[in-house]
């Protein structure tokens, strides 16, 4: 069960965010506000504590906390992101980590090594980590050095096509995954109950579990149904705005 999320109010400068979903055009900031509030308001729901951090104009794309760090039981690693534009996003976390995590707790990857931590996903006390565009050897080899360091486990995923490992997968407690492209025959998850999102609802893939709520991005009800009828609960969560930026639910908050 999650006590704490953290999440940062997204600035005026979120507009000019990374994308490669350039169709979809450049994201309303007065729409992505309301959006992100319907987001802690549906956290909170969920009954965490949530954190709510000051926008980084600085930093277009830094609402997508997740990205700056990956924190578990044993520990918080502070990533090393791989795009260039948002390579200093994690130092401006650290202050805040500290309120949860003791000194010798908190760990580092170190360039030449890269992270993000869209490209890591908790299954217990093991850790799937991509080998992706902005998460490289370097940064896999240190983050599991890490992780064994504290008591857990990590493997390597490369991936072909999407931007981070979250992009596609989903881990809702209980052994179900839910799936979607090139994961889908993907030996490394052959023993998961997978649920398989349909091609045209891909991007419902980026859920987020929290306290046996299923946080789903609104207008996918085929993933939604599919869920349902494997008795989970679903909230869904309107992040249009984000998806505009190559962004999900998962990407906008820190879960521990």
Known sequence: MFKNVIVRRPGKSLINGITSAVELGKPDYEKALAQHESYVRALTDCGVSV???DQLE???DSCFVEDTAVLTKNCAIISNPGADSRNRESNYMIDTIREFYMDSQIEYIRTPGTLEGGDVMMV???????????TNEEGCRQFIN????????GSVIPLREV???KTGLAYLENNILLISGEFVEREEFKDFDKI???ENESYAANCIWVN???????GFKQTEEMLRNAGLKTVSVDVSEYRKLDGGLSCLSLRF
């Open 51 to 53: 954190t709510i951090l």
């Open 58 to 60: 600085m930093f277009p």
């Open 124 to 134: 217990g006390n093991h850790f799937y980590v991509g080998l992706s565009a902005r």
């Open 146 to 153: 890490i992780l064994e360091k504290h008591g857990h486990t």
């Open 163 to 165: 931007l981070h490992l």
């Open 196 to 198: 398989i999102i349909p």
């Open 212 to 218: 046996d709520t299923i946080l789903i991005p609104e």
